[in-house]
């Protein structure tokens, strides 16, 4: 059964710190291209980050490039997005997602996990 699991969410205050983590089951993560998503209220659906399979592409939206390092773990079949200097409009439901290749297209993500609140606030 494939599975992806976040974790790490919670509630920080704005300049601060955390980081997500993505458990990977069920299938050969290291052959998977690895993707940060968020949706944030009223917000249409916005991919942050995406990684290739062996780390050497990476992509990260305009709203959190310098702040945000997405990473993996082939051998924990594990993903990861540390997130700094966060600002309020970082609050999000985060997911993590699998594709074959790198998709603009959100639709052609083929396993998402269910999600893990961040939420920016003093």
């Known amino acids: 059964q494939l599975q992806l699991e976040e974790s790490g969410g919670g509630l920080v205050q704005p300049g601060g710190s955390l980081r997500l983590s993505c458990a990977a089951s069920?299938?050969?993560?290291?052959?998977?291209?690895m993707y940060w998503l968020r949706q944030a209220p009223v917000k249409g659906l916005e991919c942050v980050s995406a990684?290739?399979?062996?780390?050497?592409?990476?992509y990260y939206s305009d709203s959190v490039q310098g702040r945000f390092t997405i990473s993996r773990d082939n051998a924990k079949n594990t993903l990861y997005l540390q997130m700094n200097s966060l600002k309020s409009e970082d609050t999000a439901i985060y997911y993590c997602?699998?594709?074959?290749?790198?998709?603009?297209?959100?639709?052609?993500?083929?396993?998402w996990g269910q999600g893990t609140q961040v939420t920016v606030s003093s």
């Open positions: 997602a699998s594709a074959d290749l790198y998709y603009t297209d959100l639709g052609r993500l083929s396993t």
């Open positions: 990684i290739s399979t062996g780390g050497d592409f990476i």
């Open positions: 069920g299938f050969t993560f290291s052959n998977y291209w």
